[in-house]
């Protein structure tokens, strides 16, 4: 026997309002009888901290759980995703099975939001399967415990084992009637990446880091020879324009409001601009060398745990340029006189694939940050070896850090335009109106009383399995505005590369969970 989960064309990795289509194989060696097979859409939001000593975190020891002691590890698992399809089901006495190749089709639609927000949603799953079914549904109650909220799905995310971890699956059960028959289970993991939010208008704002530097003062005196006379002369730097430090404010800007785009080069401008008069062409200023970096900041929550941690990826590191760019070189530039440092750079450098869209989750967040480091010069920069340049002629440099917070990274999938034209329709009307925006119309549902009489009496001492006719029945919770239209549309075209999770399908590094 061997169990194997097909995807139907499947993209590099799957977003919201996609359809994940597919096949279950199982093929058989001997006659088998299965029952029902169920298959499951399923996503985890997967967090573990060390609890630390009392005397640091006291008062976590003052409310934390019963059990957990020093040194132990707590976790948290959100059900971000939960979905579940009925590929076969049987009359309760199963079917008998050729051997051979066997396959049933299955069907999901990404929705747009997480579902563990939703405290009706997780009580309904508490009666999708019955006692003694053999076939494992979601605790939801494990899920009410915990502090939620409501927000896109977030993507596929893997680098920090037995911290935190994001994972996207589909997973089948295939039911074996009898007692001492164990049911058949596959999964296998896809990776993820969510649409972006609406983007606000374009406007000609920036964000900015600026830094104002001046250079120190070269030796306060100097001597000069003269070819025909014996005697020294002595200048003041402040006689003598060459001597008198050039001051300079060097500013990073980005649009306004700070966004960037997965697997697309930064929008970044690097700005010079004079803050005293030059007269002489000694007092050049060349840019010598120029670091980008990328800062990741992942937030890890468990219970009231939190830890940050840090990932770089550098997008650009010239630690010599070769040849220096000059700035401003005519000395007749006036004060406030700007000059753009060409983006060649860093223009053709797109973000690593590895770069996820920021997101924020119950017990997971990201965020970043660009640093960037300049390296100035005053004066050109010469080899320290060459025997002819004196202590005075040796280039004088500056390394200036600039920092950009809040940068908003994006996955670079739009959302479908009759989604954004709904969104902003709904927000429209409810700011027009005196009542809010009426949703799409929603089928009708039955009343308990009207399902209590269309339901069978069941025993309760011999549950029914999932499918059947007296089965307990269920119903996801009503859908937002958004999520309704979104029903209607299909998943983005367009959509750019992403790694993400590199092997989805590998061991999960999380530690188990505690009962």
């Not at 194989?25 to 060390?50: D, F, M, P, Q, W």
């Not at 070819?227 to 060459?242: I, N």
């Not at 409001?257 to 060349?286: F, G, H, W």
């Not at 980008?292 to 939190?306: D, K």
Request: glycine residues 6%; hydrophobic residues 35%.
């Amino acid at each position: 026997m061997s169990i194997r989960i097909a995807f139907d064309n499947p993209p590099e990795f799957y977003t919201n309002l996609d359809f994940i289509s597919g096949r279950v194989i199982l093929l058989l060696h001997r006659h088998e009888t299965i029952g029902n097979v169920i298959v499951k859409l399923e996503g985890e939001s997967h967090t573990a901290l060390t609890l630390p000593p009392p005397a640091d975190r006291d008062d976590y020891y003052r409310h934390r759980p019963p059990g957990t002691g020093i040194g132990n590890v707590v976790t948290e698992n959100h059900k971000i995703l939960y979905r579940v399809f009925q590929a076969y089901s049987d009359d309760g006495t199963g079917i008998p099975l050729q051997p051979g190749q066997h396959e049933f089709k299955f069907n999901f639609k990404v929705p747009l939001n997480n579902i563990c927000h939703d405290g009706k949603a997780m009580g309904s799953l508490l009666g999708l399967g019955g006692l003694g079914s053999g076939f494992r549904t979601m605790d939801g109650t494990k899920q009410l415990m915990l502090q939620h909220i409501k927000a896109t799905l977030p993507p596929s995310l893997t680098g920090f084992p037995q911290e935190a971890e994001i994972r996207y699956y589909i997973k089948v059960t295939i039911q074996r009637p009898g007692f001492f028959k164990e049911n058949w289970r596959h999964q296998v993991g896809f990776k993820f990446l969510p649409v972006e939010p609406p983007r606000p208008p374009k406007t000609s704002q920036e964000a900015f880091a600026r830094r104002p530097f001046t250079f120190k003062p070269r030796s306060l005196t100097h001597q000069r020879k003269s070819f025909f006379a014996s005697r020294s002369s002595t200048t003041s730097p402040l006689e003598d324009p060459s001597q008198m430090p050039p001051s300079i404010e060097m500013s990073a800007r980005i649009p306004f409001p700070s966004i960037i785009t997965c697997n697309e080069p930064l929008p970044l401008r690097l700005i010079a601009r004079k803050l005293a008069p030059t007269t002489s062409r000694d007092q050049q200023v060349y840019l010598t060398a120029l670091e980008v970096i990328l800062v990741g900041y992942t937030h890890v929550r468990v219970q009231n745990l939190l830890n940050t941690e840090r990932t770089t990826w550098v997008i650009v590191s010239a630690p010599q340029m070769s040849p220096p760019i000059a700035l401003f070189e005519n000395p007749a530039h006036p004060v406030d006189a700007e000059f753009e440092i060409p983006p060649t750079l860093w223009k053709t450098r797109r973000l690593p694939n590895t770069v996820a869209p920021s997101f924020r989750t119950c017990n997971l967040a990201r965020r970043y940050e660009i640093e960037i480091t300049l390296t100035l010069s005053w004066g050109l920069p010469t080899p320290s070896t060459n025997p002819f340049v004196t202590q005075k002629q040796l280039p004088q440099s500056i390394t200036l850090p600039l920092k950009l917070s809040k940068i908003d990274v994006f996955s670079g999938i739009s959302p479908p335009r009759e989604l954004l034209n709904s969104v902003i329709t709904n927000t429209i009307t409810t700011t027009t109106t005196t009542g809010p925006a009426r949703p799409p119309q929603l089928p009708q549902r039955p009343t308990p009383q009207q399902q209590q009489q269309l339901r069978p009496p069941v025993d309760p001492l011999y549950p029914p399995q999932l499918g059947t006719a007296s089965a307990a029945m269920y119903d996801d919770a009503p859908p937002s505005y958004d999520e309704a239209m979104a029903d209607q549309l299909a998943g983005p075209s367009a959509r750019p590369a992403y790694s993400g999770v590199t092997a989805e399908n590998s061991p999960s590094t999380m530690p188990p969970e505690k009962s």
